[in-house]
Structure formats: structure tokens, C-alpha cells
Nanobody, 126 residues
Framework: VQLQASGGGLVQAGGSLRLSCAASGRTFSSIGMGWFRQAPGKEREFVGGIRWSGGSTYYADSVKGRFTISRDNAKNTMYLEMNSLKPEDTAVYYC????????????????????WGQGTQVTVSS
């Protein structure tokens, strides 16, 4: 599976951005996909994710109510709609795929993901 993240940029606080993650290559029906972010000097953290089959979504508390994850099956693409952006949202955003997502648990840890995109920079100015 190859993942290509795009859509990052510079936005003022309170603004919006939409990130995309296009998947290609071998796909898995039970795959889970996630968004992570890493700010300078900090560890990579879970932002949110979606089960490709069924579309259930999961979010970190820090973005709940502001960010929305969706997918387009026909385009094999996952989206991260980010609204009410804050300076603390500034980071490199990565998409990732977990090929063996469990039915009763959604992966939120970096090591649980098998494939990663290259990252896209999001900068929120105050």
C-alpha cells in the first residue's frame, strides 16, 4: 500500500484546511486508516482514524468537534477536514494504514500502523 498525503499549508487561526490521503497498491477490506501529527520536538500523536469498512470514525480529544474524517471508496482516498484551527495544531500531518484493524479496537499507536505517507505541513498562525 502506498499513501500520498496532500493539502497542507499556512492558515490563520480560526481557519480551515482539508487534507487528503490517496491510497494505491494492494488494499485490504478490513483496513483502518489514521491521521497522525508531529510538532517540532514532540512525539507523533494520533489525531483520528476511520474504518474503511463501515466508516466508523475515531478522534483524539484535542480535535474532537473541530476535525472530521471521511473517505471516498471510489477514489481510495481519506480526508481530514480541519476547522477552527489553532496554533497548537501546527505540525506535520501523516496518514497511515493498519492492515489488520480489530473489530472491537481501533489502533491509536504509531507502532500499530503498517504503512505511512510522507507527511504534509500544516502551519496555523496566530
Amino acid at each position: 500500500v502506498q499513501l500520498q498525503a496532500s493539502g497542507g499549508g499556512l492558515v490563520q487561526a480560526g481557519g480551515s484546511l482539508r487534507l487528503s490521503c490517496a491510497a494505491s497498491g494492494r488494499t485490504f477490506s478490513s483496513i483502518g486508516m489514521g491521521w497522525f501529527r508531529q510538532a517540532p520536538g514532540k512525539e507523533r500523536e494520533f489525531v483520528g482514524g476511520i474504518r474503511w469498512s463501515g466508516g466508523s470514525t475515531y478522534y483524539a480529544d484535542s480535535v474532537k468537534g473541530r476535525f472530521t474524517i471521511s473517505r471516498d471508496n471510489a477514489k481510495n482516498t481519506m480526508y481530514l477536514e480541519m476547522n477552527s484551527l489553532k496554533p497548537e495544531d501546527t505540525a506535520v500531518y501523516y496518514c497511515a494504514a493498519d492492515r489488520t484493524v480489530a473489530a472491537t479496537y481501533f489502533s491509536r499507536r504509531v507502532y500499530e500502523y503498517d504503512y505511512w505517507g510522507q507527511g504534509t505541513q500544516v502551519t496555523v498562525s496566530s
